[in-house]
């Protein structure tokens, strides 16, 4: 089993759609979570942090269920610039700090 | 503000051949620092991280190797290259204790 598991889609929805994206990690001494976003052949770029009372940026919000092991990303109204692959990120709080990633869930958002 | 470098950009490199990929982090002293690896369509594969200079673990057994000669400098290496070692090598920094990784552009390797 993976340490970090995401849909990998691709989830393909219309402008102005609200998608939901999920992610289950393995290890429960997992401390912070966070979204990064992919555009193809460019690095990820941090999205947000996931919060256990959760967390709103705008269109997007993400919420941590630590005892389900579970986060989730929520867009609404999507917009074609939304169209990237969302990586979930686990982080053990040591000094190293490693981070484990998800493999991505794709969105396309189309007009 | 904090930026980092990565280079080259691309890379084309016929296998047996030795390999030095560069970062450099600006804005921060005492960073963490990371290489990943992302093989076409699929996730981020962690080969070394650092905690400070000389400081050096790798995640994965392979035929490379990394380097911190200077706080802000990381360097990841091969003495001759794989078919295998083709992929998107990324570099990241954080500070210390679990924090958000902030990414290079990238440096896309591909082994003939």
């Known amino acids: 089993r993976k340490e970090v598991e995401q849909d990998p889609g691709p989830f393909n929805v219309p402008e102005g759609a609200t998608v939901a994206f999920n992610c289950t990690y393995s290890?429960?001494?997992?401390?912070?979570f966070f979204w990064y976003r992919q555009d193809c052949r460019k690095e990820p770029k941090l999205l947000m942090s996931?919060?256990?009372s959760g967390n709103e940026d705008g269109r997007f919000t993400a919420q941590l269920n630590r005892a389900s092991q579970y986060i989730s990303l929520l867009i609404r109204d999507s917009k074609l610039s939304d169209s990237a692959t969302y990586l979930c990120?686990?982080?053990?709080?040591?000094?190293?700090?490693?981070?484990?990633f998800g493999d991505g869930t794709t969105l396309t958002v189309k007009p | 503000s904090q930026t980092i470098h990565q280079w080259p950009a691309t890379l084309v490199q016929p296998v047996g051949s030795p390999l030095s990929l560069e970062c450099t982090v600006e804005?921060?002293?005492?960073?963490?620092l990371y290489w990943y690896r992302q093989a076409a369509g699929r996730g981020l594969q962690l080969l070394f991280y650092?905690?400070?200079?000389?400081?050096i673990s790798s995640e994965v057994p392979q035929n490379l190797s990394a380097s911190r000669p200077q706080d802000r400098q990381f360097i990841l290496s091969s003495k001759k290259l794989l078919l295998s070692d083709s992929g998107f090598y990324l570099c990241?920094?954080?500070?210390?204790?679990?924090?958000?990784?902030?990414f290079g552009p990238g440096t896309r390797l591909t082994v003939l």
């Open positions: 996931v919060y256990s």
């Open positions: 990241a920094w954080s500070v210390s204790g679990g924090r958000e990784q902030f």
């Open positions: 650092s905690v400070g200079i000389g400081q």
């Open positions: 990120v686990v982080t053990f709080n040591t000094n190293a700090g490693k981070s484990t």
């Open positions: 290890n429960s001494a997992s401390q912070s």
């Open positions: 804005g921060t002293s005492n960073p963490n």
